[in-house]
């Protein structure tokens, strides 16, 4: 019999007023009878709708019913078939508009929350198993892989299966990219990130930190050295500005570098560490995204009393994940939308004291489908700030296309890419994720870097053929 | 990890190291500097590349104990390991086509002029070196300077060498007597560079400063680096960290500088109780 209830099973969760002050993570997960009893929700469709809506077409209501079924580390081995980090994209993924969008118990109540049983079979497994040491007939061929976010782990993982041997470059001294250093801890526990890293490094794969490609080593020279093929995941981490005037002011932070501050160099516990972070006491966060909303909850946990978001559209163009953007309105963040800073006022002696902004209304719809902003004359305000942080995108960094002679890329950063396999315009040099999207998402990245894997074994045998 | 193959005590608060780092020493040039963490939970810190030696795999590193991570650096000694050291990172300096050059340091801004005095130098230009420190005790790099320049003129500000005054004082009277140069270098204090930029700028000679903002990642990732340079915003860990000073907002630099002064103030003083005092740091 299916559990015919409009409503997905609730997962427990930290209380926003208690969450709001710590970085432990703020969605508890689902038990065991929780999880089959959502499961028991899932129909089973014939036609598997959801599956459409996954970018690595993991089998939704096969392992749904492996769950239902108490199956739970068959569940987690059904996921694994087709993508490598479950635990990370059963938390992360942007489900609304992915799987669940099309999942017909959506069309009269709430879609099955594929996503937390994603999650549950995950961390089951994770809690009851330990994971296998593969034993893996080696090629001998090697192919070094650029950037340890989730579009080089999944490609590494799967060059690894294959019998390559597989180095990865990493820039920072942890590995991970944004899960690590962008995400915060209250979302996607590190540990868990940890353990994903673990599990990669199992399949044989080398990964060396404090590597910045394009600084310490270029592409040409890892090419002499020996490696047959390279994909290049470096990610975009290059921050944008406004360009308005105050933005150089004491208080202004990336998104980048407030999150980086917080999550890789963990400053929210300062002083046991040594990495520092100022918070005011009313923070402005500019943007809408996924950014904007952990600059705002990790601000409101380090202490600051008033929070904003502050966003040029309205509520429904926000492009973050549904999920956060009501965790984010429970632990008492103040949304500000169709609003626009214009202005970052600074006091004599050049912190930031309060941001003018100016109201906005929709337009017409814009290139992007969206209906654009326009600014109301004469709305022009101040809103009483200290801290303010910019989280209005990012574009890829520069440093290895200004350090790869023929690396084509487009005028806006992005590295240019046959979209069926992720060659770009040098032979042998593939790339996938944000470094070619721009800012995107997780699992875009990581069906990228499985595809860029196929593609460099296709590559490389018919080389050697 | 990072072996330290040798440490040396250049004054009471400046140490040198030589660290095994193979992958930076064999692309290192000056003007780039390296990041390095020395333990877990420690800090990501910039420090120029005083030195390198490509076959030996080797950086030398000159450091000033300012607060708790060049403090605890500099408490290990040869054959410990520093946690992380990535590079070369910057821009090295342009320093082509110099024929006569001034190179300016301000006292651990010599550690840093030094690499660049030294490429000047092997590439055959004509360069007087200047350096300036509070008194006589913290003089450094004072024989390897020599080596590296056909003057060197120190300067202290208690006058405790016999040669009371400032960097600036010297560069005045050198370009009053009619000394000509196509290149001046000045790094140091930031008041320092703004100084010596000051002084140039009606003579018309092209100033280079080498710019020290907070950094966290060093590869153009986290915007905590800009400096505004002839109205533009730049990262210094990737475009510079030289800058032309003539174009540098110095007074906005010195500002986001002491954005974390108080922090800074309270981490020292937590590290030092748990060392027991100064004294015994
Ligand atoms: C704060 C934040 C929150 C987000 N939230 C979500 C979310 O909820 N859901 C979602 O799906 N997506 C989210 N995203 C987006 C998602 O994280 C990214 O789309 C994804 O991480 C991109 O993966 P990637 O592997 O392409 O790059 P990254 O994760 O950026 O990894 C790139 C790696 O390459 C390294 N690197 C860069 N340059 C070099 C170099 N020259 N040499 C060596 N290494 C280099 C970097 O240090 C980094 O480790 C979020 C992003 C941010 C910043
Ligand atoms: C490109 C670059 C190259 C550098 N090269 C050298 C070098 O060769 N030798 C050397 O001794 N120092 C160098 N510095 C400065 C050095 O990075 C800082 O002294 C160091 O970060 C201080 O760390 P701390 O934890 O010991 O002190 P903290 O507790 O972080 O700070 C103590 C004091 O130093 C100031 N400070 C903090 N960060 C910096 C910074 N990045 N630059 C200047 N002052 C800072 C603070 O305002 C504070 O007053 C360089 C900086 C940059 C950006
Ligand atoms: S669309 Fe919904 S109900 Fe149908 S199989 Fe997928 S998850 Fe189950
Ligand atoms: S140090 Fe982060 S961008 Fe320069």
Not at chain 1, 159 to 172: C, P, Q, R
Not at chain 2, 17 to 40: C, S, T, Y
Not at chain 2, 189 to 206: C, E, F, H, Q
């Amino acid at each position: 019999m299916p559990n015919m209830s409009l409503k997905k099973v609730q997962m427990p969760e930290q209380d926003p007023n208690v969450r709001n002050k710590n970085f432990k993570e703020v969605a508890l997960g689902y038990t065991e009878e929780m999880a089959v009893e959502e499961a028991k929700r899932c129909l089973n469709c014939k036609n598997r709708p959801c599956v459409s809506g996954c970018p690595v077409n993991v089998k939704i209501p096969e392992f749904i019913s492996l769950i239902a079924e108490g199956r739970f580390e068959e569940a987690y081995l059904k996921i694994k078939e087709t993508n490598n980090l479950p635990a990370i994209c059963g938390r992360v993924c942007p489900q609304e508009n992915q799987c669940e969008k099309y999942c017909v118990r959506g069309k009269k109540g709430e879609p099955v929350g594929i996503g937390r049983l994603e999650r549950f079979a995950a961390d089951w497994y994770m809690a009851h198993r330990e994971p296998e040491t593969p034993e893996i007939p080696k090629n001998n061929k090697k192919v070094a892989v650029i950037g340890s976010g989730p579009a080089g782990l999944t490609c590494a993982a799967d060059l690894a299966k294959m019998g390559y041997s597989v180095t990865i470059f990493e820039a920072f001294h942890t590995p991970g990219g944004v899960l690590m250093y962008g995400i915060p801890e209250f979302r996607l526990p590190k540990d868990l990130v940890q353990r994903e890293i673990d599990i990669v490094k199992k399949l044989g794969v080398e990964i060396k930190t404090n590597m910045v490609v394009g600084k310490s080593v270029t592409i040409d020279e890892l090419m002499e050295e020996g490696y047959e093929a390279i994909f290049i995941g470096s990610g975009a981490g290059l921050p944008n500005f406004m360009g308005i005037p105050g933005e150089n002011l004491n208080g202004v932070y990336s998104a980048n570098e407030f999150l980086t501050r917080i999550n890789l160099m963990k400053a929210y516990l300062y002083p046991e560490v040594d990495t520092p972070i100022k918070v005011g006491r009313n923070v402005a966060v500019v943007g809408g995204g996924n950014v904007a909303m952990d600059a705002a909850r990790s601000a409101k946990r380090l202490g600051a009393e008033n929070v904003y978001i502050v966003y040029r559209r309205s509520e429904a163009e926000m492009p973050a994940r549904l999920e956060e953007i009501h965790h984010a309105k429970d632990e008492g963040i103040i949304f500000k939308f169709l609003t626009n800073p214009v202005r970052i006022l600074g006091t004599d002696d050049g912190w930031v004291k309060g941001m003018e902004c100016i109201e906005m209304e929709l337009g017409e719809p814009d290139k992007s489908g969206r209906r654009r902003p326009i600014p109301k004359k004469g709305s022009e305000h101040v809103i009483d700030v200290d801290t303010v942080i910019i989280a209005i995108g990012q574009s890829p960094n520069p440093l290895i296309k200004s350090t790869t002679p023929g690396l084509k890329t487009h005028e806006w950063g992005g590295i240019v890419v046959d979209e069926e396999t992720g060659a770009t315009s040098i032979p042998g040099v593939f790339a996938g994720g944000d470094a070619v999207t721009g800012a995107a998402t997780v699992i875009l990245a990581m069906g990228a870097g499985k595809k860029a894997a196929a593609a460099i074994d296709r590559y490389l045998k018919s080389k050697s053929a | 990890m990072f072996k330290i193959l040798e440490k040396r005590v250049l004054n009471p608060d400046v140490k040198l190291m030589v660290v095994d780092a193979p992958v930076v020493a064999k692309k290192a040039e000056p003007g780039q500097f390296i990041i390095l963490r020395v333990r877990e939970g420690g800090e990501r810190i910039p420090l120029t590349i005083a030195d390198y030696d490509r076959n030996k795999g080797t950086v030398t590193i000159i450091f000033q104990e300012v607060g708790k991570t060049t403090k605890l650096l500099g408490s290990l000694n040869e054959g410990d390991y520093i946690l992380d050291f990535v590079g070369p990172l910057g821009q090295p300096s342009h320093l082509e086509n110099v024929k006569r050059a001034a190179v300016i340091g301000g006292g651990l801004g010599t550690a840093i002029a030094y690499p660049q005095a030294k490429k000047l130098h092997s590439m055959g230009a004509y360069v007087d070196a200047i350096t300036g420190f509070r008194n006589k005790d913290l003089i450094i790099l004072e024989d390897e300077m020599k080596k590296v320049c056909n003057r060197l003129f120190i300067t202290t500000d208690d006058g405790s060498n016999g040669n009371k005054g400032f960097v600036t004082d010297v560069l005045k009277k050198l370009l009053d007597e009619g000394t000509q140069y196509d290149l001046v270098i000045a790094i140091g204090p930031l008041v320092m560079m703004k100084a010596v930029s000051n002084l140039t700028r009606p003579y018309g000679i092209k100033t280079i400063v080498s710019m020290n903002p907070i950094m966290v990642d060093g590869t153009g990732m986290c915007g905590g680096c800009r400096v505004t340079v002839g109205g533009e915003v730049k990262f210094a860990c990737v475009d510079g960290p030289d800058f032309d000073g003539h174009l540098v907002d110095f007074d906005e630099a010195i500002r986001r500088q002491a954005m974390y002064k108080k922090e800074e103030r309270q981490s020292l003083e937590a590290h030092e109780c748990k060392l027991g005092g100064i004294g015994n740091a």
